[in-house]
């Protein structure tokens, strides 16, 4: 597989300046952000990492996730999935460029390595539930492996979630803090 394959150049160009500028534009003020703990796996002993369009990146000292902190509020990011260009840009027109490509390269992989992790530990898989889901391809390449017998995508981006749907997925459109019950 070649980066090209997967994210060419001029399409992510676009993208990365239209993230970077809706990052100003949807999250103006840190000040608003909410400090929090590892979403892995609770703990608090985290560290700096880097920063990115004003982001900054932790490391979790415990099992070694990388996740912003602090984070804008769930509010501020459902406007931001809703409403910003760059979510547009990447549902209308990055990942339909390169979705297949995706599905050939990323997802059946994740799919073949997840089958040998449950067939490793001798257990069974019920549902799979995909959040931030995209277009909802992995969870359409699970389902054509036979793992899962539901699938659920979570997905705050109403292009992205409409995707999902028109693939026959059960589908969550908003944010994960949002989701209720979905057994």
Known sequence: MREADIRPAGLLATYLRLSAEDAKIFFPDPAQFITRDCPGCGADN???????????????????????????????????????????????????????????????????????????????????????????????????????????AVEPSVDLAAMCRGRGLQTVEGMVEEVVDVM
């Open 46 to 152: 985290k560290s700096f990492a880097f920063d990115k369009n004003g982001f900054d990146l932790v490391a979790c000292a415990e099992c070694g996730s990388l996740f912003v902190d602090p984070v804008p509020t769930t509010e501020a990011l459902a406007m931001f999935y809703r409403e910003s260009p760059s979510q547009q840009f990447w549902a209308e027109e990055f990942f339909p460029a390169v979705a297949e490509a995706r599905r050939e390269n990323i997802f059946r992989d994740r799919v073949h390595r997840l089958q040998a992790l449950i067939a490793e530990d001798q257990s069974t898989c019920e549902i799979v539930i995909d959040v931030g889901a995209g277009a909802g391809i992995f969870l359409e390449e699970c389902r054509s492996a036979g793992l899962g017998k539901r699938h659920v």
